[in-house]
């Protein structure tokens, strides 16, 4: 996974045809960049949980580091702003702890308390926003672009060269889909549950392409492919 520079941030708005706001724009102290940038965070996590758990401590040993390699700096301003205690070593003392004992409970209960620690550090954004549906899409549809971007970063010559960019994009995938189920349970209207099925099917498109946790070389879709799919994630999004 490779951080997003504030202009490719606006640049993947742009190409997903989705409207910039200041809200979208990377800034250490944004609240919805810090959503965006905190769930890619734990996508990372996720998707290495997952391998760690299938014996694949090789695959998932990336995706305990890039937490704290590629993503930690660009939050650490945010959290000090709201005197969040910092995580840091906690992330990395995880990434030794799956190295060194991937089986270890001690392992798994360092893994739990960074994922709770994720989750409170959450809400430091403001209620108001983590409650908006249309905010909370805009930052899953952004993500499911992001995944996009990933999968593409591990295609070469049409194969998949790159197993750590593939599980990026999965591991996204599966950071929106728990931000789906949680929104789902937040807004139980029959409107925003229509709007939440409709990005749901959306996003199942995107998880079958990454289906496989061990991805054959001939790759489910192109790029485009997904891409196209990402760009209906976005068009789900309502206009504010």
């Given at each position: ?79 000090a702003q709201h005197k969040f205690p910092p995580f840091d ?28 620690t994720i989750h409170k550090a959450r809400d430091l954004a403001p209620a108001a926003l983590r409650a908006s549906l ?107």
């Open positions: 996974m490779r951080p997003l520079t504030a202009i490719a941030f606006l640049l993947l708005c742009l190409v997903a045809g989705s409207p910039v706001r200041a809200a979208d724009a990377p800034a250490g102290s944004d609240d919805t960049d810090f959503l965006f940038r905190l769930g890619m965070m734990e996508g990372h996590l996720l998707v290495g949980h997952e391998l760690l758990q299938a014996h694949k401590a090789e695959m998932a040993l990336p995706h305990y580091g890039h937490p704290v390699k590629e993503l930690y700096d660009d939050l650490g301003p945010y959290l070593k906690d992330l990395i003392a995880l990434e030794a702890a799956a190295t060194t004992a991937p089986d270890a409970p001690a392992t798994e209960a360092k893994y739990q308390a960074i994922i709770a249309p905010v909370m899409i805009k930052v899953c549809a952004n993500t499911v672009d992001a995944a996009a971007g990933e999968y593409g970063e591990g295609l070469e010559q049409g194969k998949i060269a790159s197993v750590v960019e593939y599980h990026d994009s999965r591991g996204y995938l599966e950071f929106v889909a728990k931000q789906v189920a949680e929104l789902r349970k937040a807004h139980s209207d029959a409107s925003s549950q229509a709007l939440l099925d409709r990005f749901d099917a959306v996003l199942k498109k995107a998880q079958w392409i990454v289906a496989d946790l061990v991805p054959q070389p001939a790759p489910r879709a192109t790029l485009d492919e997904y891409r196209t799919i990402a760009a209906e994630a976005i068009a789900v999004v309502p206009k504010q």
